[in-house]
Protein backbone atom coordinates (compact mmCIF):
# COMPACT_ATOMS: atom_id res chain seq x y z
CA UNK A 1 0.00 0.00 0.00
CA UNK A 2 2.64 2.44 1.05
CA UNK A 3 4.63 1.57 -2.16
CA UNK A 4 0.88 2.10 -4.62
CA UNK A 5 0.43 5.63 -2.53
CA UNK A 6 4.83 6.63 -2.87
CA UNK A 7 4.05 5.66 -7.27
CA UNK A 8 1.11 8.03 -6.68
CA UNK A 9 2.71 10.78 -5.14
CA UNK A 10 3.46 13.53 -7.90
CA UNK A 11 5.79 15.16 -5.06
CA UNK A 12 8.12 12.40 -5.51
CA UNK A 13 8.35 12.15 -9.47
CA UNK A 14 11.25 13.89 -9.77
CA UNK A 15 12.86 11.46 -7.33
CA UNK A 16 11.83 8.36 -9.11
CA UNK A 17 12.43 9.68 -12.57
CA UNK A 18 16.28 9.83 -11.58
CA UNK A 19 16.21 6.36 -10.16
CA UNK A 20 14.77 5.47 -13.04
CA UNK A 21 16.81 7.15 -15.67
CA UNK A 22 19.96 5.23 -13.64
CA UNK A 23 18.57 2.17 -13.52
CA UNK A 24 18.23 2.42 -17.26
CA UNK A 25 21.38 4.32 -18.03
CA UNK A 26 23.07 1.35 -15.53
CA UNK A 27 21.74 -1.45 -17.39
CA UNK A 28 22.70 0.25 -21.39
CA UNK A 29 26.26 0.07 -19.62
CA UNK A 30 25.86 -3.32 -18.09
CA UNK A 31 24.97 -4.83 -21.73
CA UNK A 32 27.42 -2.45 -23.34
CA UNK A 33 30.83 -2.98 -21.28
CA UNK A 34 31.34 -7.04 -21.67
CA UNK A 35 30.69 -6.12 -26.02
CA UNK A 36 33.01 -2.92 -25.90
CA UNK A 37 35.74 -5.05 -23.35
CA UNK A 38 35.36 -8.06 -26.06
CA UNK A 39 35.55 -6.17 -29.13
CA UNK A 40 38.55 -4.43 -27.72
CA UNK A 41 40.48 -7.88 -26.89
CA UNK A 42 39.66 -9.28 -30.36
CA UNK A 43 40.37 -6.18 -32.57
CA UNK A 44 41.09 -2.77 -30.01
CA UNK A 45 44.88 -2.01 -28.99
CA UNK A 46 45.01 -4.73 -26.16
CA UNK A 47 44.95 -6.91 -29.42
CA UNK A 48 47.60 -5.38 -31.07
CA UNK A 49 49.66 -4.75 -28.42
CA UNK A 50 49.24 -8.78 -27.22
CA UNK A 51 49.98 -9.66 -30.55
CA UNK A 52 52.82 -7.54 -31.31
CA UNK A 53 54.16 -9.06 -27.65
CA UNK A 54 53.78 -12.59 -29.28
CA UNK A 55 56.10 -11.66 -32.30
CA UNK A 56 58.90 -10.67 -30.27
CA UNK A 57 58.52 -13.16 -27.76
CA UNK A 58 57.73 -16.49 -30.07
CA UNK A 59 59.83 -14.69 -33.51
CA UNK A 60 56.93 -15.22 -35.75
CA UNK A 61 55.06 -13.31 -38.45
CA UNK A 62 51.93 -10.81 -37.52
CA UNK A 63 49.74 -13.58 -39.16
CA UNK A 64 50.83 -16.39 -36.98
CA UNK A 65 51.08 -14.44 -34.05
CA UNK A 66 47.54 -12.99 -34.21
CA UNK A 67 46.27 -16.46 -35.07
CA UNK A 68 47.85 -17.78 -31.84
CA UNK A 69 46.13 -14.67 -29.98
CA UNK A 70 42.37 -15.01 -31.37
CA UNK A 71 42.67 -19.11 -30.76
CA UNK A 72 43.98 -18.33 -27.29
CA UNK A 73 40.65 -15.66 -26.89
CA UNK A 74 38.46 -18.29 -28.36
CA UNK A 75 39.77 -21.04 -25.88
CA UNK A 76 39.08 -18.93 -22.70
CA UNK A 77 36.43 -16.61 -24.36
CA UNK A 78 33.51 -17.90 -21.91
CA UNK A 79 35.71 -17.51 -18.74
CA UNK A 80 36.39 -13.80 -20.25
CA UNK A 81 33.40 -12.58 -20.74
CA UNK A 82 31.58 -14.47 -16.98
CA UNK A 83 34.71 -12.43 -15.19
CA UNK A 84 34.13 -9.54 -17.49
CA UNK A 85 30.05 -9.60 -16.40
CA UNK A 86 30.87 -10.38 -12.91
CA UNK A 87 33.47 -7.05 -12.89
CA UNK A 88 30.60 -4.59 -14.11
CA UNK A 89 27.76 -6.04 -12.48
CA UNK A 90 30.11 -5.39 -9.04
CA UNK A 91 30.86 -1.72 -10.24
CA UNK A 92 27.06 -1.00 -11.19
CA UNK A 93 26.38 -2.66 -7.49
CA UNK A 94 29.14 -0.46 -5.88
CA UNK A 95 27.77 2.82 -8.08
CA UNK A 96 24.19 2.01 -6.86
CA UNK A 97 24.87 1.72 -3.39
CA UNK A 98 26.81 5.33 -3.51
CA UNK A 99 23.98 7.09 -5.24
CA UNK A 100 21.19 5.66 -2.32
CA UNK A 101 24.33 5.74 0.37
CA UNK A 102 24.21 9.53 -0.48
CA UNK A 103 20.68 9.60 -0.29
CA UNK A 104 20.34 8.39 3.03
CA UNK A 105 23.58 10.68 4.12
CA UNK A 106 21.50 13.44 3.23
CA UNK A 107 18.52 12.28 4.93
CA UNK A 108 20.43 11.54 8.02
CA UNK A 109 22.22 14.82 7.80
CA UNK A 110 18.86 16.93 7.91
CA UNK A 111 17.49 14.34 10.80
CA UNK A 112 20.04 15.35 13.14
CA UNK A 113 19.11 19.25 12.16
CA UNK A 114 15.91 18.78 12.72
CA UNK A 115 17.45 18.71 17.06
CA UNK A 116 20.01 21.23 16.70
CA UNK A 117 19.69 24.53 18.18
CA UNK A 118 20.04 27.16 15.87
CA UNK A 119 19.57 25.02 12.61
CA UNK A 120 19.63 26.68 9.03
CA UNK A 121 17.05 25.22 6.90
CA UNK A 122 17.83 22.18 5.54
CA UNK A 123 18.87 21.45 1.98
CA UNK A 124 18.94 17.98 -0.19
CA UNK A 125 19.59 17.07 -3.25
CA UNK A 126 16.82 18.80 -5.86
CA UNK A 127 15.20 15.34 -6.99
CA UNK A 128 14.69 14.98 -2.66
CA UNK A 129 12.77 18.62 -2.59
CA UNK A 130 9.71 16.87 -0.92
CA UNK A 131 11.37 15.16 1.52
CA UNK A 132 13.21 18.50 1.93
CA UNK A 133 9.72 20.28 2.48
CA UNK A 134 8.75 17.74 4.86
CA UNK A 135 11.85 17.68 7.13
CA UNK A 136 11.59 21.90 7.28
CA UNK A 137 7.98 21.24 8.32
CA UNK A 138 8.96 19.24 11.06
CA UNK A 139 11.90 21.52 12.40
CA UNK A 140 9.93 24.41 12.16
CA UNK A 141 6.97 22.61 14.37
CA UNK A 142 9.44 21.73 16.74
CA UNK A 143 10.82 25.02 17.28
CA UNK A 144 7.14 26.27 17.44
CA UNK A 145 6.32 23.92 20.02
CA UNK A 146 9.74 24.39 22.07
CA UNK A 147 9.30 28.27 21.81
CA UNK A 148 5.50 27.81 22.87
CA UNK A 149 6.62 25.11 25.93
CA UNK A 150 9.75 27.69 27.12
CA UNK A 151 6.16 30.21 27.02
CA UNK A 152 4.05 28.53 28.73
CA UNK A 153 6.38 27.27 31.00
CA UNK A 154 7.38 31.05 31.95
CA UNK A 155 3.76 32.37 32.26
CA UNK A 156 2.98 29.27 34.60
CA UNK A 157 6.16 30.12 37.07
CA UNK A 158 5.09 33.63 36.82
CA UNK A 159 1.90 32.84 37.38
CA UNK A 160 2.95 30.84 40.81
CA UNK A 161 5.07 33.45 41.72
CA UNK A 162 2.24 35.97 41.34
CA UNK A 163 -0.36 33.73 42.92
CA UNK A 164 2.43 33.19 45.82
CA UNK A 165 2.59 36.67 46.77
CA UNK A 166 -0.77 37.50 45.66
CA UNK A 167 -1.78 34.96 49.02
CA UNK A 168 0.37 37.05 51.20
CA UNK A 169 -1.74 40.40 50.95
CA UNK A 170 -5.61 39.03 52.38
CA UNK A 171 -3.95 36.85 54.92
CA UNK A 172 -2.20 39.49 55.82
CA UNK A 173 -5.48 41.39 56.45
CA UNK A 174 -7.36 38.64 57.75
CA UNK A 175 -4.59 38.57 60.27
CA UNK A 176 -4.23 41.96 60.91
CA UNK A 177 -8.36 42.40 61.32
CA UNK A 178 -8.43 39.86 63.70
CA UNK A 179 -5.44 41.00 65.73
CA UNK A 180 -7.46 44.12 66.15
CA UNK A 181 -10.67 42.62 67.39
CA UNK A 182 -8.43 40.63 70.16
CA UNK A 183 -6.65 43.59 71.29
CA UNK A 184 -9.90 45.71 71.00
CA UNK A 185 -11.28 45.52 74.55
CA UNK A 186 -14.17 47.82 74.00
CA UNK A 187 -15.12 47.81 69.86
CA UNK A 188 -18.54 49.47 68.73
CA UNK A 189 -20.80 47.72 66.94
CA UNK A 190 -20.27 49.61 63.97
CA UNK A 191 -16.59 49.38 64.20
CA UNK A 192 -16.86 45.33 64.79
CA UNK A 193 -19.29 45.24 61.77
CA UNK A 194 -16.37 46.99 59.34
CA UNK A 195 -13.90 45.02 60.56
CA UNK A 196 -15.85 41.66 60.57
CA UNK A 197 -16.50 42.33 56.69
CA UNK A 198 -13.18 42.92 55.41
CA UNK A 199 -11.69 39.93 57.40
CA UNK A 200 -14.71 38.16 55.58
CA UNK A 201 -13.90 39.44 52.15
CA UNK A 202 -10.12 38.86 52.31
CA UNK A 203 -10.98 35.73 53.09
CA UNK A 204 -13.27 34.70 50.58
CA UNK A 205 -10.19 36.23 48.01
CA UNK A 206 -7.61 34.14 50.00
CA UNK A 207 -10.45 31.04 49.34
CA UNK A 208 -10.67 32.18 45.61
CA UNK A 209 -6.83 31.90 44.95
CA UNK A 210 -6.15 28.99 46.55
CA UNK A 211 -8.90 27.56 44.07
CA UNK A 212 -7.02 28.79 41.43
CA UNK A 213 -3.85 26.48 42.64
CA UNK A 214 -6.41 23.39 42.77
CA UNK A 215 -7.46 24.82 38.92
CA UNK A 216 -4.10 24.27 37.85
CA UNK A 217 -3.59 21.32 39.15
CA UNK A 218 -7.03 19.77 37.52
CA UNK A 219 -6.66 21.79 34.00
CA UNK A 220 -2.92 19.84 33.84
CA UNK A 221 -3.70 16.38 34.65
CA UNK A 222 -6.94 15.67 33.70
CA UNK A 223 -8.86 15.74 30.16
CA UNK A 224 -12.22 17.37 30.78
CA UNK A 225 -15.30 15.28 29.15
CA UNK A 226 -19.03 15.36 28.29
CA UNK A 227 -22.22 13.90 29.92
CA UNK A 228 -24.56 15.40 27.60
CA UNK A 229 -28.27 16.29 28.83
CA UNK A 230 -30.84 18.44 27.45
CA UNK A 231 -30.88 21.99 28.68
CA UNK A 232 -32.82 25.24 29.12
CA UNK A 233 -30.60 27.92 28.45
CA UNK A 234 -32.95 30.81 28.62
CA UNK A 235 -33.93 29.30 32.44
CA UNK A 236 -29.92 29.04 33.09
CA UNK A 237 -29.32 32.73 32.08
CA UNK A 238 -32.11 34.25 33.81
CA UNK A 239 -30.72 32.33 36.59
CA UNK A 240 -27.10 32.88 36.46
CA UNK A 241 -27.55 36.56 35.90
CA UNK A 242 -29.95 36.47 39.16
CA UNK A 243 -26.86 34.82 41.39
CA UNK A 244 -24.84 37.47 39.98
CA UNK A 245 -27.01 40.65 41.03
CA UNK A 246 -25.00 41.13 43.86
CA UNK A 247 -21.35 41.58 41.64
CA UNK A 248 -23.55 43.93 39.69
CA UNK A 249 -24.60 45.83 42.21
CA UNK A 250 -20.82 46.88 43.51
CA UNK A 251 -20.29 48.48 40.17
CA UNK A 252 -23.81 49.76 39.80
CA UNK A 253 -24.18 47.50 36.50
CA UNK A 254 -27.17 46.80 34.76
CA UNK A 255 -27.45 42.88 32.97
CA UNK A 256 -29.98 42.99 30.08
CA UNK A 257 -30.56 39.50 29.12
CA UNK A 258 -32.13 39.44 25.39
CA UNK A 259 -33.17 35.55 24.87
CA UNK A 260 -35.75 33.41 22.84
CA UNK A 261 -38.36 31.84 25.33
CA UNK A 262 -37.55 28.17 26.38
CA UNK A 263 -34.48 27.91 23.99
CA UNK A 264 -33.08 24.24 24.51
CA UNK A 265 -29.81 22.44 23.48
CA UNK A 266 -27.89 19.57 24.20
CA UNK A 267 -24.72 20.09 26.17
CA UNK A 268 -23.13 18.97 29.34
CA UNK A 269 -25.11 21.61 31.57
CA UNK A 270 -22.14 21.63 34.28
CA UNK A 271 -19.52 22.69 31.96
CA UNK A 272 -21.45 24.89 29.37
CA UNK A 273 -22.76 26.93 32.65
CA UNK A 274 -18.88 26.91 33.54
CA UNK A 275 -18.05 28.86 30.12
CA UNK A 276 -20.88 31.70 30.61
CA UNK A 277 -20.33 31.74 34.30
CA UNK A 278 -16.45 32.89 33.38
CA UNK A 279 -17.84 34.83 30.35
CA UNK A 280 -19.99 36.87 32.70
CA UNK A 281 -17.80 37.10 35.65
CA UNK A 282 -15.20 38.66 32.78
CA UNK A 283 -17.96 40.87 31.98
CA UNK A 284 -18.60 42.23 35.28
CA UNK A 285 -14.31 42.55 35.59
CA UNK A 286 -13.77 44.88 32.86
CA UNK A 287 -16.86 46.69 32.59
CA UNK A 288 -16.76 50.70 33.46
CA UNK A 289 -18.49 51.78 36.53
CA UNK A 290 -22.52 52.26 35.83
CA UNK A 291 -22.68 51.03 32.55
CA UNK A 292 -24.59 48.15 31.05
CA UNK A 293 -23.82 44.27 29.99
CA UNK A 294 -26.12 42.88 27.24
CA UNK A 295 -26.57 39.24 27.25
CA UNK A 296 -28.08 37.70 24.15
CA UNK A 297 -29.56 34.51 23.50
CA UNK A 298 -31.08 33.15 20.27
CA UNK A 299 -31.18 29.96 18.05
CA UNK A 300 -29.16 30.71 14.52
CA UNK A 301 -30.28 27.57 12.07
CA UNK A 302 -29.10 24.16 14.30
CA UNK A 303 -27.37 26.23 16.34
CA UNK A 304 -27.46 28.23 19.36
CA UNK A 305 -25.59 31.52 19.57
CA UNK A 306 -24.74 33.53 23.03
CA UNK A 307 -23.11 36.66 23.16
CA UNK A 308 -21.81 39.05 26.33
CA UNK A 309 -21.29 42.69 25.26
CA UNK A 310 -19.81 45.07 28.15
CA UNK A 311 -18.16 48.30 27.75
CA UNK A 312 -15.08 49.12 29.19
CA UNK A 313 -11.14 49.48 27.86
CA UNK A 314 -10.82 48.47 24.12
CA UNK A 315 -9.25 45.23 23.87
CA UNK A 316 -5.99 45.70 21.15
CA UNK A 317 -5.99 43.31 17.99
CA UNK A 318 -2.73 41.57 18.92
CA UNK A 319 -4.32 40.53 22.59
CA UNK A 320 -8.01 39.18 21.56
CA UNK A 321 -6.70 35.74 20.50
CA UNK A 322 -4.08 35.41 23.55
CA UNK A 323 -7.25 35.48 25.74
CA UNK A 324 -7.43 32.01 24.95
CA UNK A 325 -4.01 30.87 26.17
CA UNK A 326 -3.96 29.44 29.07
CA UNK A 327 -2.35 31.56 31.91
CA UNK A 328 -2.64 35.03 30.03
CA UNK A 329 -4.22 37.74 31.90
CA UNK A 330 -5.03 40.79 30.32
CA UNK A 331 -4.55 43.03 32.95
CA UNK A 332 -0.22 43.17 32.93
CA UNK A 333 -0.38 44.98 36.74
CA UNK A 334 -1.97 41.37 37.87
CA UNK A 335 -4.10 43.38 40.76
CA UNK A 336 -4.79 41.36 43.75
CA UNK A 337 -8.45 42.61 43.15
CA UNK A 338 -9.96 40.81 40.02
CA UNK A 339 -7.06 39.11 38.50
CA UNK A 340 -7.99 35.00 37.96
CA UNK A 341 -4.88 32.19 37.27
CA UNK A 342 -5.61 33.36 33.64
CA UNK A 343 -7.12 29.73 32.88
CA UNK A 344 -10.68 30.72 32.71
CA UNK A 345 -10.72 31.86 29.14
CA UNK A 346 -8.42 28.48 28.21
CA UNK A 347 -10.71 25.87 29.47
CA UNK A 348 -13.73 27.56 28.39
CA UNK A 349 -12.71 27.10 24.91
CA UNK A 350 -11.77 24.19 25.28
CA UNK A 351 -15.19 23.22 26.68
CA UNK A 352 -16.42 25.03 23.62
CA UNK A 353 -14.47 23.04 21.09
CA UNK A 354 -15.75 20.08 22.69
CA UNK A 355 -19.38 20.88 22.48
CA UNK A 356 -18.15 21.35 18.58
CA UNK A 357 -18.51 24.99 19.07
CA UNK A 358 -16.96 28.03 18.41
CA UNK A 359 -15.78 31.13 20.63
CA UNK A 360 -14.73 34.51 19.53
CA UNK A 361 -14.10 37.62 20.38
CA UNK A 362 -14.01 41.30 19.40
CA UNK A 363 -13.45 44.63 21.03
CA UNK A 364 -14.32 48.18 19.08
CA UNK A 365 -14.29 51.21 20.51
CA UNK A 366 -14.46 50.21 24.04
CA UNK A 367 -17.16 47.75 23.68
CA UNK A 368 -15.97 44.26 23.69
CA UNK A 369 -17.81 40.91 22.63
CA UNK A 370 -17.57 37.19 23.37
CA UNK A 371 -19.80 34.67 20.84
CA UNK A 372 -20.01 31.18 21.90
CA UNK A 373 -21.86 29.12 19.16
CA UNK A 374 -22.57 25.23 19.58
CA UNK A 375 -24.94 22.83 18.36
CA UNK A 376 -28.44 22.97 19.96
CA UNK A 377 -28.47 19.19 19.87
CA UNK A 378 -25.16 17.08 19.03
CA UNK A 379 -25.69 14.25 17.03
Not at 47 to 69: G, P, S
Not at 146 to 155: D, Q, T, Y
Not at 170 to 194: C, T, W
Not at 266 to 271: A, E, I, P, Y
Amino acid sequence: MRNKEFRRNREFRPFRTRILIQTILMMITGAAVPVFLYSVLWQGKIANWTVAFFQKIFKIEYEKALLMYRSTIRAHQDTIMWSVIILTIVLIFKIYLNWFTKYFAEINQGMDSLIKEDAAEISLSPEMLPIERKMNTVRRTIEKQKNEMVEGEKRKNDLIMYLAHDLKTPLASVIGYLNLLRDEKQISEELLEKYLSISLAKAQRLEELINEFFEIARFNLSDITLQYGTINLTRLFEQLIYEFTPMLKEKNLECRLLAEENLMAGCDSDKIQRVFDNLLRNAVNYSHDSTEIQVSVKSQGENAVISFRNHGDTIPEEKLERLFEQFYRLDASRGTGSGGAGLGLAIARQIVTLHRGTITASSVDGATEFVVTIPRFNK
